[in-house]
């Protein structure tokens, strides 16, 4: 390795590493909290049954996981100042981030909601429970506990999805790294450098996921029952 | 205290309940016998409106409620008189036994946390799970989880308690642990109406016995009545299958 490309990869690192600390991670986390409000919301009025508004999270879920997000972005960035709506990119990012996520995170959270089972919503009822009490106290905290690992799959899987963003002019770590390769013309050295500092992201996030499951008992719990260590072997097939 | 006249109830093109009357006294103990499929959980679960009967009224404590004329918090007022025990115990999993039992109380009546917790101590302490407070159903056996289900239904002084074959789901060995305590609480008085298959309770600790079948009550009367003189050929056959396989 020559000394010049070692000096870049060395110079890059912290130019790679401030706009992720400073953009990739804050867009990952705004967004994901958005998404996660979003997708509670938008599997407890499923979960309910209720009438119209149930129409209406079916067909969002429908538009969004049918169409490409970097679509998406396009439409709501390039596509709606034709219509004189203009957003920021950072904004827009985000808005399209969390809209994007929240109908992927509302299935998973449909599912582990209806994992709940009925019999202990009936006993909750029966016990002078209301509705929004037993899901509060009984079911969504179930629930939660089953879609951690999956939820934990859609977050690292959106820290990488927000390199999308350099599409729509934010400065997160791929455009970063962009400029650097069109000063230095180094583009292998320099892509691997961003997928390593990407890779170190998430094998942080994955840590937390462990620790996470372990404080909520799960990965206790299922290691006793056959059943689920059959499912969790599948699912590692399943990562997107 | 609890009357039920004419109870209907469909699934589908299914015809589950064809018209029931019921009654239930204070001090009550009430066997609902009859084959799989004959509407006795139906019946039951329209009690508490866990379903909704298509037709018929049901009387409670004075109170009428008729199909179609019952509000939320009708519904509310009548389960918080009423307590229920599941055949599938259908325990809150995120919760010890002890919150099981003081869920309801805390959550569902706004009592004071330092109550509810004597409460549903007492009534761990009564179904003989004193040493069990903390653990989580899925680390009980069945026996255990049924009468923590138990312990759940007295902590709210329920009026009545309906049980759903409180029995079916367990290993032979378990059973007596459930009924023992069912025994001990007919014995002081508590009024019971039991969906089961436990010919011994029916005859041994109810006083009164409901044979249905077809989503009709083909006889019914006194416990010791019924299995001394069945009056319907039906229930003599049902009766001899039974005493047949044990």
Redesign the interface.
């Known amino acids: 390795m020559s000394e010049r490309l070692l000096e870049i990869i060395v110079d890059s690192f912290t130019k790679i590493l401030i706009p992720g600390i400073k953009v990739t991670i804050p867009l990952t986390i705004l967004s994901f909290s958005f998404a996660m409000v979003i997708a509670v919301i938008v599997a407890m009025i499923q979960f309910a049954q209720i009438r119209v508004l149930k129409q209406i999270c079916r067909f969002y879920i429908w538009v969004v996981r049918g169409t490409p997000l970097l679509v998406q972005l396009y439409v709501i960035f390039y596509g709606l100042p034709n219509l004189g709506i203009i957003i920021d990119p950072f904004p827009c990012a985000v808005l399209v981030f969390s809209i994007n996520e929240g109908a992927y995170c509302a299935e998973t959270m449909r599912a582990a909601l209806e994992s709940v ?1 009925r ?2 919503i ?9 509705y929004l ?1 037993i899901m509060r ?2 079911v969504l ?2 629930a939660f ?1 089953t879609a951690f690992p999956p939820l934990s799959n859609s977050l690292i899987s959106m820290v990488k999805d927000t390199s999308l963003a350099a599409n729509i002019t934010v400065v997160e770590m791929f455009m970063a790294t962009q400029r650097i390769v069109a000063r230095t013309y180094e583009p292998l050295a320099l892509y691997i450098e961003v997928g390593l500092i990407y890779l170190l992201f998430c094998t942080v996030l994955t840590g937390l996921q462990h620790m996470g499951e372990r404080r909520l008992n799960v990965a206790e ?1 299922r290691r006793k029952d056959p059943w689920y260590r059959h499912v969790i072997s599948l699912n590692r097939f399943r990562r997107r | 205290m609890v009357q039920a006249r004419n109870i209907t109830k469909s699934f589908q093109t299914q015809v589950v309940l064809r018209g029931v009357d019921l009654t239930v006294e204070k001090g009550d103990v009430v066997a609902i016998l009859g084959p799989s499929g004959s509407g006795k959980t139906t019946l039951l679960r329209c009690l508490n409106f866990l379903e909704t009967a298509d037709g018929g009224t049901l009387e409670f404590d004075g109170e009428t409620f008729q199909r179609g004329h019952v509000s939320k918090r009708d519904i509310a007022r009548l389960r918080k008189k009423t307590a229920f025990v599941f055949q599938n115990y259908n325990l809150f999993s995120n919760k010890t036994a002890l919150q099981n039992v003081t869920e309801g109380l805390i959550i569902g009546r706004k009592m004071h946390k330092a109550q509810a917790l004597e409460i549903g101590r007492r009534a761990l302490d009564k179904v003989g799970l004193s040493d069990r407070y903390d653990y989580y159903p899925h680390q009980l056996s069945g026996g255990q989880q049924q009468r923590v289900g138990i312990a759940r239904a007295l902590a709210t002084d329920p009026e009545i308690i309906y049980f759903d074959e409180p029995t079916s789901a367990l290993d032979p060995e378990l059973i007596g642990e459930v009924l023992a305590v069912m025994k001990q609480l007919a014995e002081e008085g508590m009024t019971m109406l039991v969906v089961t298959h436990e010919m011994s309770f029916a005859r041994n600790v109810s006083n009164k016995v409901i044979f249905m079948e077809d989503g009709q009550v083909l006889e019914e009367g006194s416990s010791r009545e019924f299995f001394a003189h069945p009056s319907q050929e039906r229930t003599r056959a049902f009766l001899r299958t039974l005493s047949g396989e044990r």
Do not use: F, K, L
């Open positions: 089972p019999g202990q009936e006993a909750g009822y029966c016990v002078g429970m209301s009490q106290r009984i905290p179930q506990r719990e």
